[in-house]
């Protein structure tokens, strides 16, 4: 057990190393906020790789890829039916193809699609007033994939574990949960899919693999060979987290506007912005 004492000394450890931070990021032009809220949510991810607590996060961006391939199948003319979702962390869209063009566009939406989510929520993750209704639109749009393309029980399953614990966290869970839930998500989406990547490239360079994946559905179309596919894919989505990041961190600029005040309207606080500097000047 700790006492007051105990814990009003944590506290005070832990702002001034956010104040340090503070400083030390602010004269680069980046957000110190940010950067510490991605490196202590890299910190658990590490930590909890390999365990089952980050099962929902893996269902949810394999569902992100899958809607994906879904929703380019449909924009191109193809359609698409059912998605079913593994509890290996693996999935499958059935998707309809036109053309070529419509061949690149669907199996490349795959993993560039998930990373281009992870970057947005990444940017996200910076807003205080759109965190909380990040994780209703999360599970709003669960909700719908489940209603237009979910079939099997075992999907639907899964579906719904990831959907409840989104709207959960959106209903009751305290503004720093909200924070780190947002923030590993993203994270996740762009890691994941990298890495999905890397191991697709890895795949595609063994003499003896005779599966099929993304990269050798796209090579019986172009006649492109699968590795060519994994590579560009895997340096366009490396570059494209690249530059989400590089926006990310960088500390918002105050706009030209008329002041307000650090604080104006009813908005909700951002958990890790520096309130205590703002209160100290009423």
Not at 49 to 78: N, Q
Not at 168 to 183: D, E, G, K
Request: a positive charge; glycine letters at 12%; charged letters at 15%.
């Amino acid at each position: 057990m700790f006492d007051s004492r105990e814990r009003g000394m944590g506290r005070f450890f832990t702002g001034l190393a956010r104040n340090r931070i503070n400083r030390a990021t602010a004269a680069r032009g980046l957000d110190g906020e940010f950067i510490l809220g991605m490196v202590l949510a890299i910190v658990v991810v590490v930590l909890l790789w390999w365990t089952p607590f980050l099962f929902p996060f893996r269902i949810f961006t394999t569902a992100a890829h899958e809607v994906s391939h879904s929703l380019s199948s449909i924009i191109m003319g193809g359609g698409a039916g059912d998605i079913k979702l593994f509890w290996n962390g693996g999935g499958v869209a059935q998707v309809g193809i036109t053309g070529t063009l419509g061949a690149i566009v669907v199996y490349s939406a795959g993993y560039l699609g998930s990373v281009i989510f992870g970057g947005m929520l990444l940017l996200e993750s910076k807003k205080a007033t759109t965190r909380r209704r990040v994780l209703w639109a999360i599970t709003g749009g669960l909700i719908l994939v489940t209603a237009f393309f979910i079939r099997d029980v075992s999907s639907l399953i899964m579906v719904a574990i990831v959907a409840g614990l989104a709207g959960l966290a959106a209903y009751r869970a305290p503004n720093i949960i909200v924070t780190f839930i947002i923030n590993v998500l993203a994270l996740l989406s762009c890691l994941y899919s990298l890495m999905d990547l890397f191991f697709l490239i890895i795949s595609n360079t063994n003499p003896f693999h005779t599966g099929f994946n993304d990269a050798v559905g796209l090579a019986t179309y172009t006649g492109i060979p699968a590795i060519i596919w994994a590579v560009a894919w895997g340096l366009v989505g490396a570059f494209m987290m690249f530059m989400f990041l590089k926006r990310a961190v960088l500390k918002a600029q105050p706009s030209n506007g008329p002041a307000t005040g650090p604080y104006s309207g009813p908005k909700e606080p951002n958990t890790f912005d520096r309130y205590d500097e703002y209160l100290s000047k009423k």
